[in-house]
């Protein structure tokens, strides 16, 4: 193994570990709330709404810790933030475990919104690596990363899953496990991740900033709302498709997991392939999101019907194979709009919407009690194809430089 990649290989692990959480939580969380024990002791009225803020304080927390990790990875350095991350990523784990084994499930709350706040460890790991490798080099760190980041989409819910069968308590004693050993390695760790160079900043109104610089764009203002919406739609279809897996189709929670696993594979699928290969048949990104856009919001509307646990599988692989040339493609046309010194808070928009969607997508929980499931999953696919109203206007305004706040 060459000396710099077997340098990088905490990082990597770091990267990893921050994917691999997300996925491994939510069919988690999903078959719990579905155990009669928790139904037992909070009634439906509250596991409800307690089920509804498991699902919506991870977003909630990484959408306002994604600019508190960055102001402190410019404060105190990448390797310090890091560790801190890992640090807080295992400290959350430990309290969400903590309302596992006791049914406490404030405690499970605390973790969640914990692990919001440390889930900028993937994006701060990414940087890292791109700046320790050469400059010729960065092209095969990228896809390094991206490696990377496939594998932890697939193995996350897939190994949730399988531990599962060993109580709920598996899954975050695993996890707890990999986040100690990604501190040690990163302690450990030779390799230069960037030295303190600013003051530290925090305040709540730094998460909002980037809508700020968004709003200001015509162009950009028009393509956010399209990411948004699509987003959104998305997320209401991602979370309460496995509530209908496992509340009308009876999956146990070991298959809840692997049936996530597939909704992973069809991302890496169309990362690796459905991407490239739409855009080459429409002919430009713009053209391939208006497509794939509408197509991910038929899907997803498709899914709704009663059609049977079988061919959910299928659909739901399709579904996040559509998702990622809109997912790119967006981005892409927001980067391409903003102005050279503007990358940074344009490519922040993604990250801002899919944690305000997820959020948002949460808190609807509450609704099934008088919203049927296919109705609510139906939503999110007219929603998705909603989206693709903002994105024709924007594609409709001349290019202007990004105006900056």
């Not at 406490?104 to 605390?110: D, I, V």
């Not at 390695?185 to 900033?209: N, V």
């Amino acid at each position: 193994m060459p000396r710099l990649l077997a340098r990088m290989m905490p990082l990597f692990a770091a990267t990893f570990i921050d994917l691999f959480s997300f996925g491994l939580m939510y069919p988690v969380i999903v078959a719990l709330f579905q155990q009669p024990a928790v139904r037992a002791i909070y009634g439906d009225g509250s596991s409800s709404f307690t089920f509804s803020l498991a699902l919506a304080l991870f977003p909630l927390g990484m959408f306002f810790g994604a600019s508190l990790l960055g102001d402190i990875s410019d404060a105190f350095g990448r390797r310090r933030t890091l560790l801190i991350c890992m640090a807080g990523l295992a400290a959350s784990y430990a309290l969400m475990l903590l309302g596992v084994v006791t049914l406490h499930l404030g405690w499970l709350l605390a973790g969640r919104l914990l692990s919001g706040l440390m889930a900028g460890t993937g994006p701060i790991a990414q940087a890292a690596m791109i700046e320790a490798d050469a400059a010729d080099g960065r092209g095969g760190a990228l896809a390094k990363i991206v490696l990377v980041n496939c594998l932890a989409l697939v193995s996350g819910p897939a190994v949730g899953g399988l531990l599962m069968h060993f109580g709920f308590a598996a899954p975050l004693v695993f996890t707890i496990g990999l986040c100690a050993m990604a501190f040690v390695w990163l302690a450990a760790a030779r390799i230069e991740t960037g030295e303190a160079h600013g003051r530290l900043r925090i305040g709540p109104h730094r998460a909002f900033e980037v809508f700020v610089h968004a709003w200001r764009h015509p162009v950009i203002r028009g393509l956010a709302c399209a990411f948004f919406l699509f987003q959104f739609g998305f997320a209401i279809w991602y979370v309460y498709v496995m509530v209908r897996m496992a509340r009308v189709y009876g999956l146990p929670p070991t298959t809840l997991g692997l049936f996530s696993a597939v909704i992973g594979a069809g991302f890496v699928f169309g990362s690796t392939l459905g991407y490239r290969w739409l855009v080459r048949a429409a002919g430009s990104d713009a053209v391939a999101v208006a497509i794939a856009i509408v197509g991910c919001g038929a899907l997803i509307a498709l899914s709704a019907l009663p059609l049977g646990g079988g061919l959910q599988w299928p659909l739901a692989f399709a579904i996040a194979v559509a998702n990622v040339p809109v997912f790119v493609g967006i981005l892409a046309l927001i980067s391409a709009a903003a102005a050279s010194g503007e990358q940074g808070w344009a490519m922040g928009i993604g990250g801002a919407m899919t944690a305000l969607s997820f959020m948002l997508s949460g808190l609807l929980a509450p609704v099934l009690t008088v919203v049927p499931l296919p109705l609510l999953i139906v939503a999110g696919g007219v929603v998705v194809i909603a989206g693709a109203l903002p994105l024709r206007s924007a594609l409709r305004v001349p290019p202007v430089p990004a105006v900056a706040v």
